[in-house]
């Protein structure tokens, strides 16, 4: 009787390992994408003459991280100023698997004070494949617009 029970268990042990690696082998693997920035317009800047601008983005922790400019503190902006924006690509934090979202926070570098938020907009994974597209920021008196587009890797 002990024989066939143990014999029973073994089998039922290995049914659920079965079943484990089933389960495990159907999960579905996390499909990534990247958001590819393209532009910065302003069309009103924030204050005086000019904004000094850069853009932040959440990673995957929720960590704010500078993506934009990507070799200098920020890009001088203006009315009418359009910025490329691809210097700023290679930040592994517009890496996001397409159930994921971040978002994009354009900023005014203040020497004196605090700097201001010139606007933020949600990025979802789910954008890839489509078009190009537009999103106006507007914040502490700037209106700008950011173009970018989500691709697969």
Same mark, same amino acid.
């Given at each position: 009787?002990?024989?066939?029970?143990?014999?029973?268990?073994?089998?039922?042990?290995s049914l659920s390992s079965?079943?484990?690696?089933?389960?495990?082998?159907?999960?579905e693997p996390i499909d990534?994408?990247?958001?590819?920035? &393209?532009?910065?317009?302003?069309?009103?800047?924030?204050?005086? #003459?000019? #904004?000094?601008?850069?853009?932040k983005v959440t990673d995957?922790?929720?960590?704010?991280?500078?993506?934009?400019?990507?070799?200098?503190?920020?890009? @001088?902006? *203006?009315?009418?100023?359009?910025?490329?924006?691809?210097? *700023?690509? *290679?930040?592994?934090? &517009?890496?996001?698997?397409?159930?994921?979202?971040? @978002?994009?926070? &354009?900023? #005014?570098?203040? @020497?004196?004070?605090? #700097?201001?938020?010139?606007?933020?907009? &949600?990025? @979802?994974?789910?954008?890839?494949?489509?078009?190009?597209?537009?999103?106006?920021?507007?914040?502490?008196? *700037?209106?700008?617009?950011?173009?970018?587009?989500?691709?697969?890797?």
């Open positions: 009787m002990r024989g066939i029970a143990r014999v029973a268990t073994a089998a039922l042990l079965v079943a484990g690696f089933a389960a495990a082998a159907q999960a990534y994408v990247r958001i590819e920035l &393209l532009e910065l317009t302003c069309h009103q800047q924030s204050e005086g #003459d000019h #904004d000094e601008a850069y853009l995957a922790n929720g960590n704010a991280v500078k993506v934009w400019p990507g070799s200098v503190k920020y890009q @001088t902006m *203006g009315p009418g100023y359009v910025r490329s924006m691809t210097d *700023g690509n *290679g930040n592994a934090a &517009l890496v996001l698997g397409k159930q994921q979202a971040r @978002t994009m926070t &354009l900023w #005014d570098y203040d @020497t004196t004070s605090g #700097d201001d938020k010139l606007g933020a907009t &949600l990025v @979802t994974g789910s954008e890839a494949g489509a078009e190009i597209q537009y999103r106006s920021l507007e914040g502490s008196g *700037g209106v700008y617009t950011i173009a970018y587009r989500v691709i697969d890797i």
